[in-house]
């Protein structure tokens, strides 16, 4: 009983600061700058400000940015599961443990360290302003995390079945294909959603590659902030929708990622 509550205890630490400061920003998008600005704080307003989500809705170019987060995601996810799950599982089956080191060396360089070249030949190819150059530099983030994660699956899954498969004269691909991909497919769902979330909320590279018109929501959620002026209200609004559709994809595929992340951690068939 006393090693549940400590759990609990030490969840609650762990996590309420990130659903405080969630709950502020709902509360900061729902009220007036009056009541924003208000010594001491209001948390409940009395009055609900819906105009700062109708202003951010309403704004010329919200809907272009939203659209070009959805391409720029869209397409740098596709690409990085055709080009990732497929390495992966060959990495995993070939024990290929030098190359699964490149993969993580990889996966923890900061993309800053990848945006200067880069720049310079998206430069040197006539490119900046595109969304092009973004869908390609978030394949340097999302396609790590993907290999990644699919070589800790394939490792886990039984090879009696894929043996058997073989005997019945089966080829590697139709293997892969009939066999292995079937039963990765938790782990293909954990890698969609982390390579979502890692392309959606990037910042950097949006604002350093992008143009006036091919900019992404983080990007423009930023461009909100000036000097002359802050208005908390609108802020917090366009934050709280940047962040709504992948706040919804994790609470509606929760069951995806922990079968993933469960199954993947256990060893053997």
Do not use: C
Not at 109 to 127: D, E, K, M, V
Not at 129 to 135: A, H
Request: hydrophobic fraction near 60%; charge should be positive.
């Amino acid at each position: 009983m006393l090693g549940k509550i400590g759990l609990w205890f030490a969840v609650f630490i762990i996590v309420s600061p990130a659903i405080l400061f969630f709950l502020w920003m709902a509360s900061l998008s729902l009220k007036y700058e009056v009541d924003n600005a208000a010594y001491p704080p209001v948390f409940f307003p009395e009055r609900i400000a819906w105009k700062n989500y109708a202003d951010v809705l309403a704004s010329n170019r919200f809907l272009t940015y939203f659209i070009n987060s959805l391409l720029v995601t869209g397409t740098a996810t596709f690409l990085a599961m055709m080009v990732g799950v497929p390495a992966g599982y060959g990495i995993a089956r070939m024990a290929a443990h030098k190359s699964a080191i490149v993969i993580l060396i990889a996966r923890i360089t900061p993309g800053l360290s990848y945006l200067i070249p880069l720049f310079l030949l998206f430069q040197w190819l006539g490119l900046l302003g595109t969304l092009w150059p973004q869908i390609i530099i978030h394949l340097v983030v999302t396609v790590p995390i993907v290999i990644w994660i699919m070589i800790g699956y394939f490792e886990t899954t039984p090879m009696e079945l894929e043996e058997s498969a073989l005997i019945d004269g089966a080829s590697r691909w139709q293997v892969f294909r009939y066999v292995a991909l079937p039963i990765a497919r938790p782990g293909v769902a954990v890698a969609f959603i982390l390579a979502v979330i890692f392309s959606w909320n990037n910042f950097v590279f949006g604002i350093v590659l992008a143009g006036r018109e091919t900019r992404t929501l983080p990007v423009a959620v930023y461009n909100m902030i000036s000097f002359d002026q802050l208005s908390w209200g609108p802020l917090a609004a366009a934050a709280l929708i940047v962040t709504l559709p992948v706040l919804l994809l994790t609470v509606f595929a929760q069951r995806q990622i922990v079968a993933g992340l469960t199954a993947g951690a256990v060893k053997g068939g």
